[in-house]
């Protein structure tokens, strides 16, 4: 089992930015694609991006593509989403996960993410 810890979250102006950080125990981390996902109050959890183990396979969601960048540092067993031009409507918890298979591409499907952190709180506001 992974154990993921996000952090970097916070309160910001519309416009502005943040970076969030997920770093994973375990020496598995490399080999395994990362996702991040949020949870706005009242919505279902959504997926926001993903990058597969060797960092050449990334995928975002419409609502933030341009927006957002995922990259991850092996070395360092983490994962970080860059998150620029923040609106209100990008305020939720926000959640990374590994996919539970070795070498797979960068996928948005919740169900293949097998471990989950507890969770880094946005808050944007206008």
């Known amino acids: 089992q992974v154990h993921l810890v996000e952090s970097g979250g916070g309160p910001v102006q519309a416009g502005g930015s943040l970076r969030l950080s997920c770093a994973a125990s375990?020496?598995?981390?490399?080999?395994?694609?990362m996702g991040w996902f949020r949870q706005a109050p009242g919505k279902e959890r959504e997926f926001i991006s993903a990058?597969?183990?060797?960092?050449?396979?990334?995928y975002y969601a419409d609502s933030v593509k341009g927006r957002f960048t995922i990259s991850r540092d092996n070395a360092k067993n983490t994962v970080y989403l860059q998150m620029n031009s923040l609106k209100p409507e990008d305020t939720a918890v926000y959640y990374c996960?590994?996919?539970?298979?070795?070498?797979?591409?960068?996928?948005?499907?919740?169900?293949?993410?097998?471990?989950w952190g507890q969770g880094t709180q946005v808050t944007v506001s206008s």
């Open positions: 375990g020496r598995i981390f490399s080999r395994h694609a």
């Open positions: 990058i597969n183990w060797s960092s050449d396979n990334t």
């Open positions: 996960a590994i996919d539970g298979i070795e070498w797979a591409t960068a996928i948005a499907t919740m169900s293949a993410y097998n471990s």
